[in-house]
């Protein structure tokens, strides 16, 4: 964004690649409805499917028997590693590191970010790596070697098996942990382990008979030997053993969560106690496609299931764990087979999905245990068989041959506020910005809500406005899409204990010329809090000084912008601003903006709204205002934003009227008195303008910047302003007099050479902030006397009648009529 004012705040929009996988769902009970993240609802990409579309789909599913639909993936890709060998299947670790290795020999950690912060290599051969309950990390290697490691890179070889007939330089099935945390894995004919001392110990199968598969038991393993019987081994002992039906011989075994273990198999499915028993067989009414499943994995508990995937083939099935009912079935068109390692549990409850598909094609489906798809991803230049492992959040990795890629539906972003240890502590009367210090690790868009509105409030714009003594928590919550993080930042509003005072004085300044002016002034020490008094809270109403000032509670005040005194409603004419926010536009004259940092600024403000829709601010989406809160004359051309600052209603019923709340169109209207929302503004055409509304429709996305410049076109940074009030001309700049009325704009006689009361402001080389009124003064005289009172920066503010100053409770000049508008300072301020 160009230096200036952002409404909404900085934006940056995640780029998603999306890719379609058509998804067939039979009558077994899949619900084809994306599930995206609370920021998609904001309208950067819409939601998926509606409620209206399932319901057509339960109603197709009775006339076909698999009707089809179009998932879109979901996809930010995070980062990429380049391991230098095909790698196995990751292993995720509690920190958020991965655990990597690759088949010739290379261990790696990689941070959040994909970064290596440990690598090794091994030179064998390794598997894919497996964790037991007390952190272990084990893997093997080639020639029966098995090691441990731990999450920060530490480990060594555990050992090195021999036994007769070994045969050198093959490679051993990566190793399971069992429910002590032993490490078992096979080897040619053997089943190889480790116990609690670290002594290795085996069990020999017969001869000439191999371990096809294992599966963890909770004490011990389970082995599936090539001769078709099931071995349960705990250590160097046989617990019992079972010849397996021929249906069953060539299947994938899984552990079940409670000790026993279930056996997939072509058309036959099979689940065994711990002691042996048989538990169920069943019997599915086709075999898969490519003859075999991938290694299922089980959702364990009462109502527990089991999901294994095609190994040539598109389907993903789910069945019940205690008898093996088939529960639901999905067909990933074109998925191309499921690796047999394929599947991955996510963490239970996760977003995105608890089971992680890994298909051929490179596709990652991620499913619910009731068969919900919840989010796709696929990155063309790799295939996800290679293994995939889940990072929480909907987050994944997932390998092909020598790159690791992590992704998911969003990007964690963290969130952190710098000036806050532990609970912030802010004092009644004070504001600030919680964005000033507020530290992102991505360029996204956040939203800020408390907790408890009672004690303090902020605002879309993240101001801080404490409301009452207590405690309570600010919430910043990303909101742009393909990205995810919250700060939640605890609270504690105080008594106001500043001793911060505002000073009256009555002063006798002699000029050049010889004469002498009685100058009334109100010395603001730095710090001091600020903010527009606004006459009635309403821009376009009047009110007296005094009353102003104790609405805001403030001790001192002074009035601020030209109005209309004279006729019609009394709108102010000059710059105006509050909260943050802009209350009305003026481009003439000079206007004294104060940041959230103390600073104050003054310049010859100018400023521009800049609209877009949909997320561009070209043509056709370009829009624009050149008012803020002004009534448009009617007949005449006009576009004007009308804020909550104006009141309830626009106060006028022609034009046309473009309702926006929370960023989206939500009424378009002719005619009428429209009412402005308390989250949004309300955009006013009339005239040869009215053409600008045809760009807006209910539904479209709004946002705009306000561009500022100074008087030479040069582009000056208010974005940190809170307060603000424009009149002028300018009087001092940098220690030198510097009156130039009518290059500002201005054209009167009581401007630009007759004398007349004056209320002004100016700030010294400290900081300090000085108000004042003289009885009556030229310009060039009452730049001169601002110069006397020690200003470095000094303007002129709404003089004659106007002219008013208020400090200690009472009027130190009285102004001669109502007043629009104020600029008030105090220690216990009314926001």
């Known amino acids: 964004m160009q230096a200036g004012i952002r409404k909404a705040g900085y934006r940056a929009i995640a780029v998603i690649a999306a890719v379609t996988i058509g998804l067939a769902l039979p009558g077994g009970g899949a619900h084809g409805e994306e599930q995206v993240s609370s920021a998609a609802s904001r309208g950067f990409f819409s939601k998926w499917m509606k409620t209206e579309r399932v319901e057509e789909l339960l109603r197709e599913r009775k006339a076909k028997a698999k009707p089809s639909v179009a998932i879109a993936a979901v996809e930010t890709e995070y980062w990429r590693y380049q391991a230098g060998g095909k790698l196995n299947k990751p292993l995720p670790l509690s920190d958020g590191k991965l655990f990597a290795t690759t088949e010739n020999g290379l261990i790696a950690i990689l941070d959040p970010n994909g970064k290596a912060v440990f690598s090794k290599n091994q030179y064998t051969g390794l598997t894919a790596p497996v964790m037991n309950g007390k952190g272990d990390i084990w893997i093997t290697g080639g020639s029966a070697r098995l090691y441990r490691y731990d999450g920060k890179g530490n480990g060594e070889m555990a050992g090195i098996y021999y036994f007769q007939k070994k ?215 790799v295939s996800a068989a290679g293994g995939v492992a889940a990072l929480g959040g ?96 605890p ?29 009334q002034t109100v010395t603001i020490p730095r710090g001091m809090p600020v903010t527009l008094g606004i006459a009635k809270r309403s821009v376009g109403a009047s009110q007296s000084l005094a009353d102003i000032a104790k609405a805001y509670g403030a001790d001192a005040a002074v009035n601020g912008t030209y109005f209309s005194a004279y006729e019609g409603l009394p709108e102010p004419y000059g710059m105006m601003m509050s909260d943050g926010e802009l209350d009305f536009i003026g481009n003439t004259g000079t206007t004294i903006g104060f940041t959230w940092d103390g600073t104050v600024l003054m310049d010859n403000l100018r400023a521009k709204i800049v609209g877009g829709t949909n997320g561009s601010f070209s043509h056709p989406n370009n829009w624009y205002a050149y008012f803020v809160n002004r009534t448009p004359t009617k007949g005449a051309s006009s576009a004007v934003m009308f804020t909550p600052k104006r009141g309830a209603k626009l106060g006028f019923a022609y034009g046309t009227a473009i309702t926006v709340r929370g960023g989206i169109v939500t009424l378009k209207s002719s005619n009428q008195n429209a009412a402005i929302p308390a989250d949004g503004y309300v955009l006013v055409f009339t005239g040869a303008e009215e053409k600008l509304a045809d760009r807006f429709k209910v539904g479209d996305k709004v946002d705009y910047k306000l561009e500022t410049k100074n008087l030479g076109g040069q582009l000056i940074d208010w974005s940190r302003v809170h307060t603000a009030v424009g009149a002028g001309p300018r009087l001092v700049k940098d220690g030198k007099l510097a009156v130039n009325a009518k290059a500002e704009g201005f054209t009167e006689a009581k401007i630009l050479t007759n004398a007349a009361a004056r209320s002004g402001i100016l700030v010294k080389k400290d900081g300090t902030v000085v108000i004042a009124t003289v009885p009556a003064a030229t310009m060039n005289q009452w730049g001169e006397i601002m110069l006397k009172l020690g200003a470095h920066q000094a303007m002129n503010l709404d003089g004659g009648a106007s002219s008013g100053l208020y400090a200690g409770g009472k009027l130190i000049t009285t102004p001669g009529r109502l007043i629009s508008n104020a600029l008030v300072f105090g220690n216990h301020l009314k926001w």
């Open 167 to 381: 045969t050198e330089n093959l490679m051993p099935s990566a190793a399971v942990a069992d429910g002590e945390g032993r490490p078992y894995f096979s080897y040619q004919h053997a089943i190889l382990s480790l116990d609690a001392k670290g002594a290795k110990e085996m069990y020999v199968l017969p001869e000439g008979v191999s371990v096809r598969a294992m599966a963890p038991a909770g004490k011990g393993v389970y082995a599936l030997a090539s001769n078709g019987t099931l071995y349960a081994v705990h250590g160097s002992k046989l617990l019992w053993q079972a010849e397996l039906p021929a249906a069953l011989r060539k299947g994938m075994p899984a552990a079940d969560g409670t000790g026993g273990l279930v056996i997939a198999a072509g058309k036959a499915l099979a689940g065994y106690e711990a002691d042996g028993t048989v538990r169920f067989t069943r019997e599915l009414s086709a075999a898969p496609a490519g003859g075999g499943w991938s290694s299922p994995v089980v959702f364990p508990g009462d109502d527990g299931s089991i999901i294994a995937a095609e190994l040539g083939g598109n389907d993903v099935v789910s069945f019940r764990l205690r008898d093996g009912a088939e529960r639901w079935r999905l067909s990933a068109s074109g998925a191309g087979g499921f690796g047999p390692a394929a599947l991955a549990l996510a963490p239970e409850g996760a977003e995105g999905g608890q089971v992680l598909a890994a298909a051929r094609s490179g596709a990652v489906i991620a499913i619910d245990a009731a068969g919900r798809i919840a989010y796709t991803y696929k990155h063309a230049a």
């Open 491 to 519: 609270v504690e509003i105080t008594a106001s204990s500043s001793k911060l005072k505002a000073t009256h004085a009555s002063q006798k300044i002699k000029l050049s010329n010889g004469t002498t002016y009685t100058v």
């Open 394 to 489: 909907g987050r994944i990795a997932f390998a092909s041959a020598d790159v690791l890629v992590a992704a998911g539906p969003y990007r964690p972003v963290a969130v952190t506020y710098a000036a806050a240890s532990g609970t912030l502590k802010l004092p009644l009367g004070t504001r600030l910005l919680l964005a000033d210090k507020l530290t992102l690790s991505a360029p996204v868009a956040v939203s800020y809500r408390s907790d408890n509105g009672n004690v303090v409030r902020v605002s879309p714009e993240s101001v801080v406005t404490p409301v009452a003594a207590g405690k309570a928590s600010l919430i910043v919550d990303v909101t742009t899409p393909g990205y995810k993080g919250q700060l939640k930042l």
